[in-house]
């Protein structure tokens, strides 16, 4: 476990360099995304051997983190197995965020959310990747480009873990720039909070309604 960056006094984002220790945060993440009703099924754990992660720890606790798998590390990058026909004219300089999540009650944590971002930006950057790609469903995608994010949908509408999904991709310089201006500007944190409010309760109302048998 390498120390990447410190949080006040009880949080922080470390890399994760052994094997027991991902295996701590993928289960993290199998607990959260069954609490949204993902269903990534041995996904998170196929991604595992080739992914590098990051975990946000409160205290002693690991709340969440991020699974990214680097193309320049000579792995099939996992959008591969959804969207085969998508091809990106340089592989070697594109990363895969296969995961990103904190625990439901750390979710509104934007002190812990943004300086993981920073540390996404800076992997990539340390290791020559300019391109960024993730999974949105529709509301997501809508919230994400309501806090700002440039993402441009590559992939066309289909269902991976669940829900429909659309393949996006972002410049790495969005993030930094994103990054910046919430470090910099508290009106901006505050926009972003509320926009994700806003978001999250738009994102449940368009959830099927469940009913009892």
Not at 38 to 47: L, V
Request: with cysteine.
């Amino acid at each position: 476990m390498k120390l990447l960056h410190q949080l006040g006094r009880h949080a922080r984002i470390v890399s994760l360099t052994s094997p027991a220790e991902t295996e701590g945060l993928v289960q993290v993440f199998e607990r959260i995304a069954l609490d949204l009703g993902w269903q990534p099924g041995e996904a998170i754990r196929a991604n595992q051997p080739a992914a590098q992660h990051m975990a946000v720890t409160v205290g002693e606790s690991v709340v969440g983190g991020l699974q990214v798998v680097l193309g320049n590390r000579g792995a099939v990058l996992p959008y591969r197995l959804v969207w085969p026909e998508v091809e990106l004219p340089d592989v070697a300089a594109t990363a895969h965020v296969t995961i990103l999540a904190l625990r439901p009650e750390y979710r509104w944590r934007f002190d812990l959310f943004w300086p993981l971002c920073v540390e996404l930006w800076r992997l990539c950057r340390t290791g020559g990747i300019r391109t960024i790609l993730l999974e949105t469903a529709p509301p997501t995608l809508r919230l994400y480009r309501r806090l700002g994010w440039p993402l441009e949908i590559i992939g066309s509408l289909r269902p991976h873990w669940g829900e429909d999904c659309y393949l996006c991709r972002m410049d790495v310089r969005g993030v930094a720039a994103l990054t910046a201006k919430a470090e910099r500007s508290q009106t901006y944190c505050m926009l972003v909070q509320q926009a994700y409010r806003d978001g999250a309760a738009e994102c449940a109302m368009e959830q099927p309604v469940e009913t009892a048998a």
